[in-house]
């Protein structure tokens, strides 16, 4: 079992950047592969980017594409998500998950395990 915890969240201006991070507490990530979803006040968690532990494989949602980079930090263990170009609407809770194997898979139900979730706030 691996324990997720994000850092890396805060208040930014429109169109400015931030960079979050997920690291596995008392383990690796070898073996899984690792996602962001966030959830917006009022609405429902939204998958935003995946990557696969072993291979680097990503997948983003289209709504972040050429904006969001996921990437991971093989040395240090940590998974990455550096945010650009920010928008009011990129407003959320943004949550790191993971699951075993190597599916590139947007489905929140595919992920077993999640972070606690780290707070991104974009005014305008």
């Known amino acids: 079992q691996v324990q997720l915890v994000e850092s890396g969240g805060g208040s930014v201006q429109a169109g400015g950047s931030l960079r979050l991070s997920c690291a596995a507490s008392?383990?690796?990530?070898?073996?899984?592969?690792l996602g962001w979803f966030r959830q917006a006040p009022g609405k429902e968690r939204e998958f935003v980017a995946n990557?696969?532990?072993?291979?680097?494989?990503?997948k983003y949602a289209d709504f972040v594409k050429d904006r969001f980079t996921i990437s991971r930090e093989i040395a240090k263990g940590t998974m990455l998500l550096q945010m650009n170009s920010l928008k009011p609407d990129d407003t959320a809770l943004y949550y790191c998950?993971?699951?075993?194997?190597?599916?590139?898979?947007?489905?929140?139900?595919?992920?077993?395990?999640w972070g606690q979730g780290t707070q991104v706030t974009v005014s305008s």
């Open positions: 990557i696969v532990w072993s291979n680097g494989r990503t």
């Open positions: 998950a993971a699951t075993w194997g190597r599916l590139n898979s947007d489905r929140e139900l595919r992920y077993d395990y």
């Open positions: 008392g383990g690796t990530f070898n073996g899984y592969a």
